[in-house]
């Protein structure tokens, strides 16, 4: 098992920052690769960004490119998401998980924090 708890969400306004973490303990010796996603009310849950284990390869989706990084300190265990530039429809609950593929799609990942709310008012 691996346990996923995030941190860092609230209320911005627009163009401003926040940066979640995503500590992750349990079975992390298998080096799965982390994910973020996001889902707002009414929407289906969204791929944001992915980083692999070891921290030397991610990638973002297009509309965040640019405004958000993800990035892992090895030591720690934790996953961070800087999110800069901030627009009200950045606004929702997001969450990291683990999957054993590199993939976008929520249904591949088989372990999920519990979600921190990212409010951006405008």
């Known amino acids: 098992q691996v346990q996923l708890v995030e941190a860092g969400g609230g209320l911005v306004q627009t163009g401003g920052s926040l940066r979640l973490s995503c500590a992750a303990s349990?079975?992390?010796?298998?080096?799965?690769?982390i994910g973020w996603f996001r889902q707002a009310p009414g929407k289906e849950r969204e791929f944001v960004a992915q980083?692999?284990?070891?921290?030397?390869?991610?990638r973002h989706e297009n509309s965040v490119k640019g405004r958000f990084t993800v990035s892992k300190d090895n030591a720690k265990n934790t996953v961070y998401l800087q999110m800069n530039s901030l627009k009200p429809e950045d606004t929702a609950v997001y969450y990291c998980a683990a999957a054993e593929v590199y993939s976008i799609y929520p249904r591949d990942y088989a372990y999920w924090g519990q979600g921190t709310q990212v409010t951006v008012s405008s």
């Open positions: 980083i692999s284990w070891s921290g030397t390869w991610k």
């Open positions: 349990g079975r992390t010796s298998i080096n799965l690769p």
